[in-house]
């Protein structure tokens, strides 16, 4: 999740492996939630002679990995004869150790992968195909298109979305006051308020443009409000929401420093009152509580212009192609949606749910701040733009410090990423 923020801040340094034995010593606190999963069908394992080794990869520290011990410790609880094997591999790790993996023939059951790259993997044939388990499943239609097309390749289905997270606009409530400004719902209203809030060192807004995934993560919502794509990113509305930030720089309502500024680093500007608003995502929640208890903060819809969009972060899991586990690991990714389970899961770790019909549970809605994410949500676009996204991204990232910096125009910045990037999106 750009938290997924490609940052991670907190992430342990060293690899974890969670055996049956810890996991079985850990159900005793999840007791309440092992009562949740007795139901037959996911019970069935329970009853094979075979003892059932799963092996698990992903990069979730902290309050997550504590939420997926949990999860998994309960699974175990209820199926005595599955051994769970979790590994903890550095997010920044993760993606070359697939490759390696798969290279090698060493690769685990089961996934969490950042979801831009779920099409990569795909493609390369590392994830299982699940379309006919899905098609029998019949649980695609609840969840939020954005996230679950993020699992689609080539028309089929390559595993299923764990959490999600999107960007909206937070503003400093004393700092529009002030001002007499309200929260801005357009592009009009936008540049309206971040002009008014601009003063001396105070910014009207931060975003990061820095040249990684972050940058590419928090500029596409721009992109696409216009009604452009990256397909078209040449074009009247590429043009428009590039000449939006770098105007902005130019004019002095943003700082020519979000060049360099990851998203925590826009957090920081904004916890200190140096920019009155930010466009960040829900992972920031806790840190602003922690950080600055009192300050006054809201959360909004991002401003729209031809229409309202944001961009969809989060992770997915999926089953590694070819393994000998492939029912068992099914059953438990089934097993991990089931509504009380995946609930239970979420709100632990402090994430929000892919699910469209969980999402109108009274733990999202009725939260005021949450419930932004939520509506928000609904217009998130996937990455998934083929197995060459990567490449693609890299390119966005060129043409916006080349124009922001002011060492190219918006046009050619543009032009050049066209170029690049037409013949790396999937044929057809």
């Known amino acids: ?156 289905n390559y595993g299923i979305p764990d959490n999600s997270n999107c960007l909206v606009l937070w503003s400093n409530d004393e700092l529009l006051a002030a001002k007499s400004v309200t929260v801005p719902t357009n592009w009009d209203e936008l540049t309206a308020a971040v002009t008014a809030l601009s003063s001396g060192d105070v910014y009207g807004l931060a975003v990061s443009a820095i040249k990684s995934e972050e940058g590419t993560f928090q500029w596409l919502p721009f992109l696409w409000a216009t009604g452009a794509d990256i397909p078209t990113i040449d074009s009247d509305g590429g043009r428009k929401a590039l000449q939006l930030w770098t105007d902005y720089v130019n004019n002095g309502w943003m700082s020519k420093s979000i060049l360099n500024w990851t998203q925590s680093d826009i957090l920081t500007q904004f916890e200190t009152g140096k920019a009155a608003m930010m466009v960040n995502g829900p992972w920031q929640i806790p840190v602003i509580k922690s950080d600055v208890p009192d300050m006054k903060w809201s959360v909004a819809t991002l401003p729209v212009d031809a229409q309202g969009a944001s961009i969809l972060g989060g992770e997915n899991t999926a089953i590694v192609a070819g393994g000998k586990n492939v029912d068992a690991a099914w059953d438990l990714l089934a097993w991990r949606q089931t509504d ?17 019909s969980l999402a109108q549970d009274e733990a999202w809605t009725g939260d005021p701040v949450i419930n932004v994410f939520i509506e928000q949500l609904k217009v998130a676009k996937p990455r998934a733009y083929g197995d060459k996204y990567p490449d693609i991204s890299a390119a966005i990232q060129d043409a916006i410090q080349g124009a922001v910096s002011g060492q190219t125009s918006v046009e050619d910045a543009l032009k050049k990423a066209q170029a690049t990037i037409t013949p790396l999106l999937p044929q057809g």
């Open 1 to 156: 999740m750009i938290i997924d923020a490609q940052t991670h801040e907190g992430a342990y340094l060293m690899n974890e492996t969670i055996n049956r034995r810890r996991l079985l010593q850990g159900a005793g606190a999840v007791a309440a939630s092992a009562a949740l999963i007795n139901a037959p069908h996911f019970n069935r394992l329970a009853s094979a002679q075979d003892q059932i080794k799963l092996t698990w990869w992903d990069y979730m520290s902290g309050a997550n990995g504590d939420a997926l011990d949990a999860q998994l410790a309960s699974y175990v609880s209820a199926n005595p004869n599955v051994n769970i094997e979790r590994t903890y591999i550095p997010f920044a790790d993760l993606k070359q150790k697939l490759l390696q993996g798969a290279a090698a023939g060493d690769l685990p059951d089961v996934v969490i992968i950042d979801n831009p790259d779920h099409q990569a993997f795909a493609a390369l044939g590392v994830l299982e195909d699940l379309t006919d388990r899905v098609t029998a499943w019949g649980q695609a239609s609840t969840y939020f298109e954005g996230p679950w097309n993020s699992t689609v390749f080539e028309g089929k």
């Open 340 to 356: 009380d389970v995946l609930k239970k899961y979420l709100l632990d770790a402090g994430k929000l749910p892919s699910k469209a």
